[in-house]
């Protein structure tokens, strides 16, 4: 996937929680689809849930040492 010129290798290499800007998104997107059809997808609901929880811990800890 990297290798292909549209994507390039930064898609590979994720950021904080899980990577590739459209896919916080997505899992959004999904679990809205899911909900509307009855369906309950506990386990997107946390993994976006620790994701937003881990970018926030680690933005607040890079801040600490320069008082924001």
Same mark, same amino acid.
Request: with cysteine; net charge positive.
């Given at each position: 996937m990297?290798l292909d010129?549209r994507? @390039?290798?930064?898609f590979l290499?994720?950021? =904080?929680?899980?990577?590739g800007?459209?896919?916080p998104?997505? +899992?959004?997107a999904?679990i809205?689809l899911?909900?509307? +059809? @009855? +369906?309950?997808f506990?386990? =997107?609901?946390?993994r976006?849930a ?7 811990a680690?933005?607040?800890k890079s801040?600490?040492?320069y008082g924001?």
């Amino acid at each position: 996937m990297g290798l292909d010129a549209r994507i @390039g290798g930064q898609f590979l290499k994720a950021g =904080l929680g899980y990577g590739g800007f459209c896919f916080p998104k997505d +899992v959004q997107a999904f679990i809205h689809l899911s909900a509307s +059809v @009855g +369906v309950d997808f506990d386990i =997107l609901k946390a993994r976006s849930a620790s994701t937003n929880s881990a970018s926030t811990a680690i933005s607040k800890k890079s801040a600490m040492p320069y008082g924001w």
